[in-house]
């Protein structure tokens, strides 16, 4: 099975997982509850990290939905343009494509205001936090502390910066808002001792810390659900 046919199967999987849960009880209460009157809006997904791997293929399979917004943020909106736009996209939908890097911590807010004025979305449905960074391998007792600071940021500031940015859309949506965060199993103290020996200390300590905030979000706002989904 090659890698982009692993991507499809993988991003096909977390879509429907996303929209129908795999969900603890308390989370599947919550989105049985009724959501806000009126008539039946688009659904308005924002993805982060779009431009490649899970990302990308989350792009592709909401984009196949009609009736669908699909924003597409990446680094570099010129390279990552010409490619997604060869995505196929269903009867009454359209994506959009916005500058987000995970680096900054202006762009969420920035992108959210470009949704608004230049494209006149007014609510979100759906986010999905899915950029990460994995780059430094070393032991903890050694690892220098700025790869844990360069970590923090891509994987626990970036998607707290999103929510904060985002917060405000998701409340409009008519259906149950949703804030996913795409985790890994690597970040757990549980099973820990399955994972101790992967050198990625700061990967792991970064995404736990995330997970930590994505369900604070959900039970401080009763009208979100927010949760983690590992990819496998």
């Not at 977390?14 to 969900?23: H, P, Q, T, Y």
């Amino acid at each position: 099975m090659g890698p982009l046919v692993v991507q499809h199967f993988l991003s096909t999987s977390l879509s429907r997982d996303i929209m129908n849960g795999s969900l603890s009880q308390h989370d599947q209460e919550r989105l049985s509850t009724p959501c806000q009157d009126g008539p039946p809006e688009e659904t308005v997904y924002l993805v982060t990290g779009a431009s490649r791997g899970i990302g990308r293929g989350l792009i592709e399979a909401f984009l196949q939905r009609p009736k669908s917004t699909v924003v597409a943020c990446v680094r570099n909106v010129a390279t990552a343009t010409p490619a997604l736009s060869a995505l196929t996209v269903a009867e009454g939908s359209r994506m959009i494509v916005v500058q987000l890097d995970c680096n900054s911590e202006t762009d969420a807010q920035a992108a959210v205001q470009i949704l608004r004025e230049e494209h006149g979305v007014t609510h979100l449905d759906v986010v999905v936090a899915n950029a990460a960074m994995a780059t430094n391998f070393g032991p903890a007792s050694t690892m220098p502390l700025e790869h844990l600071q360069a970590h923090m940021m891509v994987n626990m500031y970036a998607p707290v910066l999103l929510f904060q940015a985002t917060r405000l859309m998701l409340q409009q949506s008519k259906q149950q808002a949703k804030f996913v965060l795409i985790g890994a199993p690597i970040s757990t103290i549980t099973n820990m001792h399955d994972y101790a020996r992967a050198p990625l200390t700061a990967y792991g300590v970064s995404k736990l810390a995330a997970n930590y905030m994505v369900r604070k979000f959900h039970f401080e706002n009763k009208w979100l659900t927010a949760f983690i989904i590992d990819p496998g």
